[in-house]
């Protein structure tokens, strides 16, 4: 770390306000393009001695994020780069469900270097704040981290005046300031804008919806902010043709939907629009499958540029920011998987992977599209009697699963079985396996001490996280940047104690062999046993099958079962999904693709069972031995 902030202030020298001025701007007109106060207002460019170390600098630190993110996520796709305007300032706009994650998946995946709005109070943590200021990032003060506790508490509420009990509104609250306080039982705050201050105990606020207010409760005062040196800065960057990325939703959560947008991204872009900076705004969607857990996967996805209308400058600010904000926001959807809980969203999965036969290989882009698509189609249709028989009878399918540790892609897979000798397969696996765990032994030594404190500091995170947020449902968004940090301080730790260890015992040179071939044998390591679970996970139901009637009659069951379920959704695509004015060209295009697939004479679905008669023969034997859990009537 003390490397990392020398490497800093050698490369970069100074922060965001050693800037230099290269021309006057036009005035400010409205308050979200130029902060108040600021006449004379510049176009600026953050400068360094010598270009060329400023791009080994980005290059270098864009290398090391990669390692990290190589590490962590065992896939990454990238999509719609050509979207990205090679020469015009950005700013690019993601919503934000994994915390710094976020941060470090669009500084690596885009082909601009990116100075991101980081808030204020990350920047003084150690590590983050070491990385966010190499990075040239542009704090920005958040009222809610300069929130302060009030005296007394609040009685009432209304639509426009808080009265409160033993409070000091007098000598604590200044008009223009915020308050916040949660109702008895709820937990949702409620945040209004102090218009004047009546008395110790009476203000008078914006207008508020009705709400219904019982009790009494402590309240938090959020101070009004000054915006000056954040916005100068943000003008700067883009006016030398920079980009910025932000996260409009504010703080990072784990939920399955878009938060309501702040309007800050809407008035950066308004301001440099009438500064004749002429930005170009990028919707970026970044979704995850289980994206906290180790080794999982993660798609980056950059939507259609926005530009700023012209007819937009002549408008109210306020409506201005509102409709612009609103244009993004859609662009936003358009790039991300919105579903209103996450029972929903597995469902949506499900009957995606139901949909789509294993044959029809579609590009990431596609597949993201159709579930995006699938996504809407339910929300439309949630109330439809086969769309309702349909979730109900997914639930029976995947306890089945989760009660004989199988996958629906394995289970799709079955009517492949029988092509191929199992003993043959199943020796292959199970070879396979030993032998990824014995290669990922001596790595061990260093990969699994850092794996159990990743873990348990991630964790005790989450649950502190989790109690000090209002938005978040478990705290899984914080998970993956827990374990990465705690990484990025044990490991080192780790090497250089083994290093110490070797030196003092067969001296300077092997402890240098040490610390040079720990960092990739752990990585070695960490990929041999992922790939050692993934095949005792295939060798086992395969195992059952060969030495198990029974076993052998539950997954060929479970097979008629999933066949049962895609028939049972392509008649709600054909009765329903058509139907939606949201079905489009590729929708249909698709369709007609899986149509001819299912037609076919080789597809399983046209096959009254993939199964040999010889099968059939052993399963007759154990006719009597009815799996527990499943009968022929519960499946058909």
């Known amino acids: ?96 469900q994994n915390q710094f994650v976020d941060a470090l998946m669009l500084y690596t995946s885009a082909p601009r270097t990116v100075g991101f709005i980081i808030a204020a109070k990350s920047m003084k943590r150690q590590i983050v704040g070491s990385f966010a200021r190499f990075c040239e990032a542009i704090p920005v003060v958040r009222p809610q981290d300069e929130a302060r506790r009030g005296s007394g508490k609040i009685i009432t509420v209304t639509t426009t005046k808080v009265t409160g009990q033993a409070t000091k509104f007098k000598s604590e609250v200044a008009a223009g300031e915020l308050i916040s306080s949660t109702p008895v039982g709820e937990k949702a705050s409620i945040v209004v804008k102090v218009l004047e201050v009546v008395s110790d105990t009476v203000l008078t606020t914006t207008s508020l919806t009705p709400v219904d207010w019982s009790g009494e409760a402590c309240f938090q005062i959020l101070p009004k902010i000054d915006h000056n040196v954040m916005y100068k800065a943000v003008y700067s960057k883009l006016g030398s043709g920079g980009c910025i990325g932000i996260f409009p939703e504010g703080g990072s959560h784990d939920q399955t939907s878009l938060l309501p947008m702040k ?44 530009d700023v209308d012209d007819d937009l400058l002549g408008k109210d600010p306020k409506q201005a920011t509102h409709e612009l904000l609103q244009t993004i926001e859609n662009g936003m959807r358009n790039v991300t998987i919105n579903a209103p809980d996450w029972k929903t969203l597995k469902y949506v999965h499900h009957i995606r992977r139901l949909y789509q036969p294993g044959r029809i290989k579609l590009p990431v882009s596609e597949v993201l599209e159709l579930t995006r698509q699938f996504a809407v189609f339910f929300d439309e249709f949630k109330s439809e009697p086969l769309l309702i028989e349909l979730c109900e009878q997914l639930d029976g399918y995947q306890t089945l699963l989760k009660e004989y540790l199988l996958t629906d892609a394995q289970v799709e897979s079955l009517d492949t079985l029988e092509t191929r000798t199992r003993h043959d397969l199943l020796f292959q696996r199970m070879l ?36 000090a947020s209002s938005v978040k449902l478990r705290g899984n968004d914080v998970i993956a940047s827990h374990k990465i940090i705690s990484s990025m301080v044990v490991a080192p730790i780790l090497i250089l104690f083994y290093a110490a260890m070797v030196m003092s015992i067969y001296g300077f040179q092997y402890a240098a062999l040490t610390v040079l071939l720990l960092p990739p044998l752990s ?8 790939r050692a679970m993934l095949g005792a996970r295939s060798t086992f139901p395969l195992l059952l099958s060969l030495h198990s009637p029974t076993y052998f ?28 004015k949201n079905w489009n060209d590729n929708c249909e295009g698709l369709y007609q693709r899986i149509l001819l697939d299912r037609s076919s004479p080789h597809s399983p679905l046209t096959q009254s069972d993939p199964f040999t008669a010889a099968h059939t023969s052993r399963l007759t034997k154990r006719k009597n031995r009815v799996p527990r859990v499943m009968s022929s009537d519960s499946i058909e």
């Open 432 to 467: 396979l396996t030993a032998m990824n765990f014995i290669a990922s032994i001596p790595g061990l030594v260093i990969s699994l001490p850092v794996g159990i404190a990743a873990r348990i500091y991630s964790t005790i995170r989450a649950e502190q996280d989790l109690k």
């Open 523 to 530: 990585f070695m390591s960490i990929c041999n046993v992922y």
């Open 263 to 306: 309007d800050g991204v809407a008035k950066f872009a308004l301001g440099a629009k009438q500064a004749n900076i002429n930005p170009v705004v990028i919707p970026v969607g970044l979704t995850y499958y289980y994206g906290h857990r180790f080794r999982s996967r993660a798609h980056v996805e950059f939507g259609k540029p926005i």
């Open 553 to 580: 009659s539950i997954f060929r069951e479970l097979y008629k079962m999933r066949k049962s379920l895609s028939n049972h959704v392509m008649l709600i695509v054909e009765t329903h999904f058509r139907n939606s």
């Open 1 to 96: 770390m003390v490397g990392l902030c020398l490497l800093n202030i050698l490369l970069h020298g100074s922060d965001v306000n050693n800037i230099q001025a290269v021309g006057p701007l036009p005035p400010r007109k409205g308050y979200y393009f130029f902060p108040a106060g600021s006449a004379g207002h510049k176009r600026t460019k953050v400068t360094m001695s010598d270009g060329f170390m400023n791009t080994l600098k980005h290059w270098l630190l864009r290398l090391y994020f990669q390692m990290i993110i190589y590490i962590f996520y065992r896939e990454v796709d990238v999509i719609g780069e050509e979207n990205i305007p090679p020469d015009r300032p950005i700013i690019f706009c993601g919503n934000h």
